[in-house]
């Protein structure tokens, strides 16, 4: 099956999309999303205004709104970004959708294995879903692409500890006291670990 990509964008929708920039520039969310509103019933698979809009409405809370657009997203568009498919992982994930949450990551991480970010989304879902040693090797591919980040250390530190592999957790601490002080000394006092 080929790739399929966005057609290329009328005028007419340049300009809206310009408009509504514009709009968002100046903190005019909501007339933005009444341009990209006026975008969608031209061209209802618009990319840039379903991920917009999706964005939007993740800021705002409506997190069900945001759901609807970035699904309409990557159903219009399934190879267009890995990027798509993570922002829907993350709101599924965050609205407890976890079986979804996770197909959505592994779809990212199909498009791109070096998301990073979709590496923790997988690996903080499948600890979610009960899963702890299929998460271990997930956290540790999102350290070893995200090095310097606390976040897939100290994920992987505690799944550690509580798999009763407190060898594990204490390299992680130790290693974490040289560049993230603070969470080695947090991820000590959770884990009862000498930092």
């Given at each position: 099956m080929p790739v399929t990509r966005p057609p290329q964008t009328t005028p007419g929708q340049r300009r809206r999309k310009l408009?509504?920039?514009?709009?968002l520039a100046i903190g005019?969310?909501?007339r933005a999303m009444q341009v990209m509103a006026r975008m969608l019933a031209h061209a209802p698979?618009?990319?840039w205004a379903l991920a917009s809009r999706a964005h939007l409405h993740a800021e705002a809370g409506r997190r069900t709104l945001a759901i609807?657009?970035?699904q309409a997203l990557v159903q219009?568009?399934?190879?267009?970004?890995?990027?798509?498919?993570?922002n829907?992982?993350?709101?599924?994930?965050?609205?407890?959708?976890?079986?979804?949450?996770?197909?959505?990551?592994?779809?990212?991480?199909?498009?791109?294995?070096?998301?990073?970010r979709a590496w923790y989304g997988l690996g903080l879902t499948l600890i979610r879903l009960g899963r702890p040693d299929e998460a271990v090797p997930v956290l540790?591919?999102?350290?070893?692409?995200?090095?310097?980040?606390?976040?897939?250390?100290y994920?992987?530190?505690?799944?550690?500890?509580?798999?009763?592999?407190?060898?594990?957790?204490?390299?992680?601490?130790?290693?974490?006291?040289g560049f993230e002080p603070q969470v080695a000394a947090q991820l000590a006092r959770e884990t009862g670990l000498p930092a």
């Open positions: 408009q509504a920039m514009a709009w005019q969310q909501a698979t618009d990319a609807t657009d970035a219009a568009w399934p190879d267009r970004r890995a990027a798509d498919w993570f829907l992982g993350f709101l599924l994930e965050a609205d407890d959708q976890l079986t979804a949450a996770e197909a959505a990551f592994r779809r990212a991480l199909a498009l791109n294995d070096k998301l990073d540790r591919r999102n350290t070893e692409l995200q090095p310097m980040s606390p976040h897939g250390w994920q992987l530190a505690r799944l550690y500890a509580s798999c009763q592999r407190s060898d594990e957790a204490l390299k992680i601490i130790r290693h974490l006291r």
